[in-house]
């Protein structure tokens, strides 16, 4: 079955510690994304990524990076000058970003704890 | 960029029909209104997507009126399963930006 595979499931660094969180899609979708979630919130964008080799940045960027080398892929690294970095990350994809709207596939997340 | 606005929780019982608005004034001529559901720590899911008037399927109906400043997700004879956020979701086509509304929370009881 297509779908969208994010790992770890829990994921626990110190302060101070980059860290990559993964995401994977086989569902042959050329847009993918990555939001954030904390507690009792809803979600917030951070990058999105229309097509291979292309990405932009979402509502809340800062302290994030990501790249998208592969269409299957949309790795989201979590850096140090993110100030608060501990929340729930979750992973989406679409079949097409322009055009008509095609509904967001979500991951399972990832729920990350820095201390 | 089209802001979306939602109650933030409502409380039903089993068998009823619930009715949740989400309120987006400045929607743009082509954007969507798509409505997803999330249960406590997994991904949102989607449930269902209109443009205007009314839209069923098997599960939730989604009215829109004429002006499409508003949409009302309806959901039939909910059950305890039904118990979790509802968000509402415009896409913003001119910003090419997938914003969420800040979600309602939505508790069955028997």
């Known amino acids: 079955d297509g779908g969208i595979t994010q790992s770890p499931k829990y994921l626990f660094r110190k302060e101070g510690q980059n860290v990559t969180l993964s995401c994977e899609q086989n569902?042959?979708?050329?847009?993918m994304y990555w939001y954030r979630q904390d507690p009792g919130q809803g979600l917030r964008l951070i990058y999105y990524?229309?097509?291979?080799?292309?990405?932009q940045k979402g509502d809340i960027a800062e302290g994030y990076s990501v790249s998208r080398e592969k269409k299957e892929s949309f790795p989201l690294t979590v850096t140090s000058a993110q100030k608060n970095p501990t929340a729930f990350y979750l992973c989406?994809?679409?079949?097409?970003?322009?055009?008509?709207?095609?509904?967001?596939?979500f991951g399972n997340g990832t729920r990350l704890t820095v201390t | 960029l089209a802001k979306t606005t939602q109650p933030i929780s409502m409380d039903s019982y089993e068998g009823q029909e619930v009715n949740i608005t989400c309120s987006h004034n400045?929607?743009?001529?082509?954007?969507?209104i798509t409505w997803y559901q999330q249960f406590p720590s997994q991904g949102p899911r989607f449930i269902i997507q209109?443009?205007?008037t009314k839209v069923t399927n098997e599960v939730a109906s989604l009215f829109i009126p004429a002006d499409r400043k508003s949409s009302t997700l309806s959901l039939p004879r909910v059950s305890l399963s039904d118990t979790a956020v509802y968000y509402c979701?415009?896409?913003?086509?001119?910003?090419?930006?997938?914003?969420f509304g800040t979600g309602t929370q939505l508790k069955v009881e028997l």
């Open positions: 989406a994809s679409s079949k097409s970003f322009g055009g008509v709207f095609s509904p967001l596939h």
């Open positions: 569902l042959n979708h050329d847009a």
């Open positions: 990524s229309q097509i291979v080799n292309d990405f």
């Open positions: 400045n929607i743009a001529t082509n954007d969507y």
């Open positions: 209109g443009y205007k």
């Open positions: 979701l415009v896409y913003t086509g001119g910003g090419n930006k997938l914003t």
